[in-house]
């Protein structure tokens, strides 16, 4: 059974920078692609980046420049760092398994995920 535990939320204000932390349990971590994606009070999840198992990264134009998506594979770990941030990236932060080709296109149950909370 894969697990996902997110963690790195918190209050910044605009501007500010946050890193966001992902641990998977339960599956073969540097095989996999893993992105990172956000929920939004009353909006739907939406796909924000995703890094395959060779490390090739993609990103949604939103935070393209301002997002660096990583991994540490001996962590089985992976890692969103958020910078510039803008009370439009206010959102609850998930991970997950992902396939690269098809950004919503997931594998795991979703874990807990993360608050990010950014003020004006």
């Known amino acids: 059974q894969v697990q996902l535990v997110e963690s790195g939320g918190g209050l910044v204000q605009a501007g500010g920078s946050l890193r966001l932390s992902c641990v998977v349990s339960g599956s073969t971590f540097s095989r996999n692609a893993m992105g990172w994606y956000r929920q939004a009070p009353g909006k739907q999840r939406q796909w924000v980046a995703t890094?395959?198992?060779?490390?090739?990264?993609n990103y949604a134009d939103s935070v393209k420049g301002r997002f660096t998506i990583s991994r540490d594979n001996a962590k089985s770990t992976v890692y969103l760092q958020m910078n510039s941030l803008s009370p439009e990236d206010a959102a609850v932060y998930y991970c997950n398994i992902v396939s690269w080709y098809a950004t919503m296109s997931v594998f795991a149950s979703w874990g807990q995920g993360t608050q990010v909370t950014v003020s004006s």
């Open positions: 890094i395959s198992s060779g490390g090739n990264t």
